[in-house]
């Protein structure tokens, strides 16, 4: 039987909006639940007790339950501005046994954020990256910005190539005040190899050195991960219409060491940025991309 929150159960669902909902009421009864209890509270009042801190402020019930040190935020510090940064390649849309495609999945993931997000009264605004940055909705808190987001969301689709270091270049110039990114992408390089790992990694570096959190969550189809093909296959790219036919048997090896090189780097290059880097593919569940996002927002604190 399926896991109720898997991209398989959510596919039978059209709505966007039910389909969020289902997510979120299923993440939340799992959080209450599992090692994690207690995190909900700190989620949105707390943060981690930092030296310097006084000792007075330490919550010791928030202590009890995760045995680690939090203190009550001030008002000034509960609310984070975010945004959804959608990544609107042609390759997103990718899927293999008419399962949901990649930006499917990342929209799916997307609306659930928004609705945390709105319950913790942050402002959530959505931007997406083709040739350059399209500015869709900027951030707000008020309920009803919810359709706004979940209606953009439903009129994007993924086409073309798209060149994410020149729009995380741009968004970082976008941002004047301290915001949480929240990218959601496959980071394949178009076919004219523009968004090699170095220079995204160096776009997202900017996003930092202006004093943004960032969260990455790299998505790709199961099938990019598995690479389940035998014998000789014709691949197209997505981008180019370029086909290219290969023994799948032969290199099924040599392509799943690269894709383990592929996620390294974008891990290593994250983590010397302080970059929450979150690898997804379309199989998962999607309270282990919301609970990935929950403990580093709590951390961020």
């Known amino acids: 039987m399926p896991n109720s929150l898997s991209p398989e159960s959510l596919q039978q669902i059209q709505r966007l909006d039910l389909k969020a909902r289902m997510v979120i009421r299923g993440f ?6 599992s090692p994690l209890h207690g995190f909900s509270v700190q989620f949105s009042e707390h943060r981690r007790y930092n030296r310097g801190d ?71 605004g959505l931007l997406a990256c083709s040739d350059q940055v399209r500015g869709l909705l900027p951030a707000r808190s008020r309920r009803g910005h919810i359709g706004e987001v979940l209606g953009q969301l439903n009129q994007l689709e993924p086409s073309g190539a798209t060149d994410l270091p020149n729009c995380l270049t741009q968004i970082a110039a976008m941002l004047k005040h301290h915001s949480l990114v929240m990218l959601l992408t496959d980071l394949l390089p178009s076919s004219d190899n523009e968004g090699q790992p170095e220079e995204v990694i160096s776009a ?19 099938a990019e991960v598995q690479f ?73 604190f």
Request: aromatic share 12%; proline share 4%; hydrophobic share 35%.
């Open 228 to 300: 389940p093909y035998e014998g000789p296959v014709e691949f197209e790219d997505s981008e180019s219409g370029q086909t290219v036919t290969v023994d799948a048997s032969g290199l099924r090896e040599q392509y799943r060491q690269d894709l383990e090189d592929f996620r390294s780097k974008y891990r290593e290059g994250c983590d010397r940025l302080r970059i929450d880097y979150v690898p997804l593919d379309t199989s998962m569940p999607f309270d282990k991309a919301l609970t990935e996002y929950l403990i580093q927002r709590t951390n961020r």
């Open 28 to 33: 939340l009864q799992g959080l209450h639940s």
């Open 204 to 222: 997202l570096s900017r996003l930092r050195h202006g004093g943004h959190d960032v969260i990455v969550f790299h998505v790709l189809d199961e």
């Open 54 to 124: 006084d000792p007075k402020l330490i919550d010791w019930l928030a202590y009890a339950k995760t045995d680690k040190y939090f203190v009550k935020r001030f008002e000034a510090e509960t609310n984070l501005t975010g945004y959804l940064v959608m990544d609107l390649s042609k390759s997103m849309g990718f899927t293999q046994n008419q399962s949901m495609t990649k930006f499917e999945y990342c929209t799916c993931l997307a609306a659930s954020l928004t609705y945390l997000m709105t319950m913790q009264q942050d402002p959530v």
